[in-house]
């Protein structure tokens, strides 16, 4: 009894386990789809701290979206890798509309507040929005 307990919950583990590492890894090329030049580059090449700031605060995000939305799921794991799949993908086209937005409210471009070697004030701007929006949409999951 107890070694099938572990095993299946050992499987649920893993199971929202990767489903949170798959909505951060497309959380990270989302953030690099929307940013100029090659994102890898210019984090650990160029090392850019503004880069950096956007990309931990999309992925702290996204993570607060998925602990929201299994704290929220019913027993069934099925339905609840769904939902926290749903909430997760919503929450990532929410983070990029807002760094759109900003970008077109904002003066200057994306690139080169992206690319500048101080850190620039957006970029804080941008790393609150996203994490404004995790933690609406998990207290809507809660």
Known sequence: MLLNYLIYETGVVLSYAGCGLLLM??????????????????LWEQKSRNAAVLVASDLAGVAIIVIAAIRASSDDLAAGILSTLVFGILGIILMGVSFVLIGLLTPGKTGDIINSPQMHPEVWVNATAHLGIAGIMAAALL
């Open 25 to 42: 890894v497309i959380g990270y090329f989302v953030v690099d789809l929307l940013t100029p030049g090659k994102l890898h580059v210019i």
